[in-house]
C-alpha cells in the first residue's frame, strides 16, 4: 500500500504511537486533534493508504521571529519590521516501529513543502529541535540556528522553494 500524508482526524490510531521521546508521543495522543480543532496547528500524519497507523506526523503553526534573532545577511532581504511571519514545524516524529526507513526525511520534505505553496505569509521555516540528533537531522537539510532560541533552527523561505519544491514548480 502506498503511504499518504493526511490531515490528523478521529479515524487514525493516536494511542498506538511511540517513537520513543515521551513529549512527542504525549502531544499526538493528548492534544494534537484539541489544537487542530482550535486551529492552533495543523497535524499531519503519514499512513498506509486506507490504514489507521500512524507511522509519523508533523505540525504546523504560524509563528513571529524577532527580526533582530536573524543573521544580518539575512535581515538585509527582509523588510525593517520588528518581526518576522514563518511557519514553525512544532514537532516532527516517527513511529519507533518504522525507524530507519527515511520517512522523517519525508515528513519533513512534506512540511516545508507545504510551507512553499502555502498563501499563508512566511519568511522563513522553524524548527524545534528536541534533542542533539534531532539537531543535526535538520542541520543536514540546511536549517541554521536561529538566536534567541535554544535549538530553534530555521530556512529562509527562497531556500525552502530552491531545495523543497520540484522543478519548474
Known sequence: MPLVFEPLSRQHDRAAFSCGQPALDDY??????????????????????????IQGYY????????????????????????VVPATLVGRLAVDSRFHGQGLGSALLVDAVRRTAE????????????????????????????????????????????RYFTPRGG
Open 28 to 53: 499526538l495522543k493528548r492534544q494534537a486533534r484539541q489544537d487542530v480543532e482550535r486551529r492552533f496547528a495543523f497535524c499531519y500524519v503519514l499512513c498506509e493508504r486506507g490504514n489507521s497507523t
Open 118 to 161: 502555502s498563501y499563508a505569509a512566511a519568511a522563513l521555516v522553524i524548527v524545534d529541535a528536541i534533542d542533539d540528533a534531532a539537531e543535526a537531522f535538520y542541520r543536514h537539510f540546511g536549517f541554521l540556528p536561529l538566536g534567541g532560541g535554544e535549538r530553534r533552527l530555521y530556512l529562509p523561505l527562497p531556500d525552502v522553494r
Open 59 to 82: 505540525t504546523l503553526s504560524s509563528i513571529s521571529v524577532d527580526l533582530t534573532d536573524l543573521p544580518p545577511e539575512i535581515r538585509s532581504r527582509l523588510p525593517r519590521y520588528g
